[in-house]
């Protein structure tokens, strides 16, 4: 899930994305502050509701994903830093509206970030199915329609980076933080394994 899945802190940032931040923050790919006071709609985070409903129907949440396990299992992603991983990249792709980012530069970005994700079908593992999906042309999309778009992009990257823990587990990727604490799985460039 591209979600804080379990958020203890009622201010500032969890360990996790202090951790993160460190690792990634050279790339771009630092992680933004995830606490009670920012996440809590009428007095629920989305993600730790989202946990028990999925505990419920025997999904576990782990801080780990073992490579080759078969299980039902949950575990909080962050696509940035993943991308820096398993795409080679030195900084992240600038695909989302920012300010002072031009529509020209999120285009690029887009382009670049779609070659990317459509490469992963000669990956190992591979992603298939998702070639035309990922293929469309963003410069027509606009406001809300391109906004639905990038979320669906970017889950197509999340259910990647779950099939390739699944495939890898900790040879490739790491876990920032705690259960406890909160923490995000990602794969992870060769330098960050040791």
Known sequence: MDAPLR???ERGRRPAEAAISRA???????????????????GIVRGEALVAMLEERGFVHKPTVAAGEPVRQVVEV??????????????????????????AERLAAW?????????????D??????????????????GKRLKDYEDQVDAVMCAYI?????????????TFGTLEEGCIFTPVPEDLLT
């Open 7 to 9: 958020v203890p802190n």
């Open 24 to 42: 990634f923050g050279v790339y771009q790919a630092g992680a933004h502050p995830a606490n009670r006071q920012r996440l809590t709609f009428e």
């Open 78 to 103: 962050f696509p940035h830093p993943a991308m820096i991983a398993l795409f080679g990249l030195q900084r992240t792709l600038k695909y989302k509206a920012r300010p002072n980012r031009t529509v």
């Open 111 to 123: 382009r670049e970030y779609q070659v990317h994700v459509r490469a992963l079908a000669d990956a």
């Open 125 to 142: 593992p591979p992603l298939r199915g998702h070639e035309e999906f990922v293929a469309r042309d963003v410069a027509a999309l606009r």
């Open 162 to 174: 779950a099939l390739y823990a699944f495939r890898w587990g900790a040879a490739r990727c790491r």
